[in-house]
């Protein structure tokens, strides 16, 4: 019997893992270790440099000595602050536990709050798998599409609709799993991958039996090392169900990389920034190949959905089925993971976490950077894709902030516009120029009207990062107009 | 009508071949296009040639005409736009007096168009520096507006890859080799990026010409 085996990665898609490896060994990279790389990897010295300086994980100076401070949002909300000799990081994703250190560590069982069918403890069977291997490909797909699943990576994409695109086109397709969470204040991939990753590498297996990839690739993020060592603990012992083992590639940090055309980039060596769309990845996305992009919770949807097929639909609202895992952080009592259906009210959730640490709740940052503020009067609305207000609130990736009496929601904001300003890839001038003029035009004495800089930002950037970037200024500017005056 | 065979452009019906801008700027109508350049594919950075298509707006460089059933090039939230995103990259630069290459002057004559003030003399850059390394041209920074032509042309016609546009963010320069100067770099002093600058940034050397 013929083992299945993956269509070897061209070589440049090496560059980021001789980065990682020249970047912890020298504490940096030089130019000259960043074109030993480049030489390597058979890539020109332009092309990886300009991919190599993109990343804000790599240092390109020796490292100022110093413990390290997360400076994320959540820690700052609850009193985070940079002592003499400190190095402030950006937010290390244990919101969970703010205020966190800046160091990445496993992420602890005790922040599962509320636990659903993705939560719960991984069982020891490959029931789903069976069940799915039990089947016709085509009657997996028929599955997958029938069941409603949609992205979980923020847009909300159907899951078996994609699938079928990629699988149209007739050629070797590659899947790609993007684990590159990299939105402050959400942590549920590396909650998946470090405390379920039965139920990931379950999904996993499934997607490749479905779509018979020739190349499988796991995109993990830069800084999540628990959840990568998580990965690679587990699947040696995998191949009753996996054909062969994915390859694992740690990033190298920034946000703009939650945009797909981005992580392919970052995959092929390139420099990570948006692709013009179309073509779309189903069509022509890793070096050309039709490409399937899922989140690590749409992949480890699937373990459920083949495990209890009728419990799936109707647990979430019309439009999308199942749950939601969402990562709540800030000025609440009980921070953590929350999986809940989705069609679930603002408010339950909140109710659920315990309230306010302080006084009253008087804000929730929904979507985090690319999402906006809600004051108490809209709790109601329940998580959904797409929008929860016109002014930028999104379900998205689930990262729910929250404010309390203590907090001051106009410096949020005005991290959350530094936050854009600086993850900001540079590709294109609305979002390069326009986001940091935002940040400045915010901090100006006199602001003067802010609307037509967000409508540009919003309607011209290129990408999803600008096109979002107005969201929290936007809904600050409505909900709280006197903050501004 | 039938769909994908031709399109309705500012009300009149004509064919729909190649992108969006190829068929307003075969039309006769004029919208900035300061990133597309005839010899290579669409980049989309440049935002400047907006337009509505279907009531969205879109950049025209980067839609297929056939995609699309009617393109207004001149609504009134299409021109405010493109003005916007012309601001900004107005802001960009130093107003300099250096003649640039064959296509020098279609920022300027952009800007000029649509009415777009130059920045004030004094303001603030965060691209400065002057690269005089090469025998043949130069490049200004301060004249720079990040729009990817010349590395288009350096790495994807030429396929020398001798410049990159490194950094992110504001920070993003075009930049040869790992942070080396041109003459440092394996630039074979093609001239592609001269050609392809629609701005003073990379200029030929005046002294070196016939």
């Known amino acids: 019997m013929s083992v299945p085996t993956a269509t070897a990665l061209p070589v440049r898609s090496g560059l980021l893992a001789g980065l990682h490896a020249r970047n912890s060994a020298d504490g940096w990279l030089s130019r000259d270790a960043v074109s030993e790389v480049a030489r390597a990897c058979r890539i020109p010295v332009a092309e990886a440099w300009e991919a190599a ?7 390109f100076a020796p490292p100022i000595p110093g413990p390290q401070i997360c400076m994320g949002l959540s820690c700052v909300l609850n009193g985070a602050a940079l002592p003499d000799g400190a190095v402030a990081t950006g937010c290390q994703f244990r919101c969970f536990d703010a205020p966190a250190p800046g160091a990445d560590a ?128 587990i699947l040696p012992g995998c191949d009753a169900v996996l054909p062969y083992s994915p390859t694992v590639i740690s990033g190298g940090g920034g946000y703009v990389l939650g945009e797909e055309t981005t992580l392919l980039n970052a995959i092929e060596g390139r420099k990570p920034a948006p692709r013009l769309r179309p073509p779309y990845p189903v069509e022509s996305g890793l070096f050309g190949m039709p490409t399937v992009v899922n989140n690590v919770e749409t992949i480890a949807n699937l373990s459920v959905l083949f495990r209890n097929p009728e419990a799936f639909r109707p647990s979430g609202t019309d439009a999308v089925s199942g749950t939601k895992l969402l990562s709540l952080s800030g000025r609440i009592r009980r921070p953590g993971l929350y999986e809940v259906p989705l069609g679930t009210p603002l408010s339950d959730v909140l109710n659920m976490a315990g309230g306010p640490i302080v006084g009253d709740i008087t804000a929730a940052l929904v979507g985090g950077p690319s999402g906006g503020f809600l004051p108490p009067t809209e709790f109601g609305e329940v998580l959904r894709p797409g929008l929860m207000h016109p002014t930028g609130a999104v379900t998205g990736s689930g990262g729910i902030v929250v404010l309390d009496s203590s907090s001051d929601i106009r410096m949020a904001a005005l991290a959350m516009a530094a936050y ?60 709280w107009p006197e903050l501004f005056s | 009508m039938t769909s994908g065979s031709t399109l309705t452009l500012d009300g009149v019906v004509v064919p729909a071949a190649g992108s969006v801008l190829d068929v307003v700027l075969a039309a006769g109508v004029e919208l900035p296009h300061l990133c597309k350049d005839d010899n290579l594919p669409a980049i989309g950075a440049c935002r400047t040639c907006l337009v509505e298509a279907d009531g969205r707006i879109v950049a025209a460089c980067s839609v ?81 507006i990040l729009c990817g032509r010349c590395v288009s042309a350096c790495q994807a016609l030429q396929h020398i890859s001798a410049i990159g546009m490194a950094g992110r963010g504001r920070a993003t320069r075009v930049t040869p080799g790992a942070d080396e100067t041109f003459r440092q770099s394996v630039c074979t002093s093609c001239g592609s990026c001269v050609a392809a600058c629609p701005t003073t940034a990379l200029s030929p050397r005046m002294e070196v010409r016939p």
């Not at chain 1, 690739?217 to 090392?225: K, L, Q, W």
């Not at chain 2, 736009?81 to 003649?99: C, H, I, Q, Y």
């Open chain 1, 106 to 233: 496993a992420f602890p069982e005790a922040a599962i709050r509320v636990a659903g069918p993705l939560l719960e403890a991984d069982s020891d069977d490959w029931r789903g798998f069976e069940q799915a291997s039990a089947m016709s490909r085509d009657e997996a797909l028929a599955a997958v599409v029938g069941s409603g699943l949609r992205g979980r990576g923020g847009a909300y994409f159907p899951v078996g609709r994609k699938w079928e695109s990629a699988l149209a086109e007739q050629r070797p397709i590659a899947l790609v799993v993007n684990a590159e969470e990299g939105e402050p204040g959400v942590f549920k991939d590396r909650a998946l991958l470090g405390r379920r990753p039965r139920r990931f590498i379950e999904g996993l297996a499934i997607a490749m039996r479905v779509l018979a990839p020739a190349l499988t690739v796991v995109f993990v993020n830069g800084e999540a090392r628990a959840a990568r060592e998580s990965l690679e603990v």
């Open chain 1, 53 to 59: 300086t993109s990343y804000p994980q790599f240092a």
């Open chain 1, 420 to 479: 854009n300003a600086e993850e900001s890839c540079g590709k294109c001038t609305p979002c390069r120029e326009g986001s940091p003029r935002l940040h400045a035009l915010l901090t100006a004495r006199s602001p003067g009207p802010l609307e037509p800089l967000l409508e540009v930002l919003g309607a011209a950037s290129l990408c999803g990062l600008g096109q979002m970037a107005p969201g929290p200024v936007r809904s600050a500017l409505f909900f």
């Open chain 2, 64 to 144: 297929a005409a056939s995609s699309v059933r009617e393109v207004v090039s001149g609504s009134e939230r299409a021109v405010r736009l493109r003005r916007g995103v012309l601001e900004l990259t107005a802001a960009m630069v130093t107003p300099g007096d250096t003649s640039g290459g064959p296509l020098g002057v279609t920022f300027r004559d952009t800007l000029a168009r649509a009415g777009v003030a130059d920045s004030p003399p004094d303001a603030p850059q965060p691209r400065s520096h002057l690269d005089a390394s090469n025998s043949f041209f130069t490049f200004r920074e301060d004249d720079c």
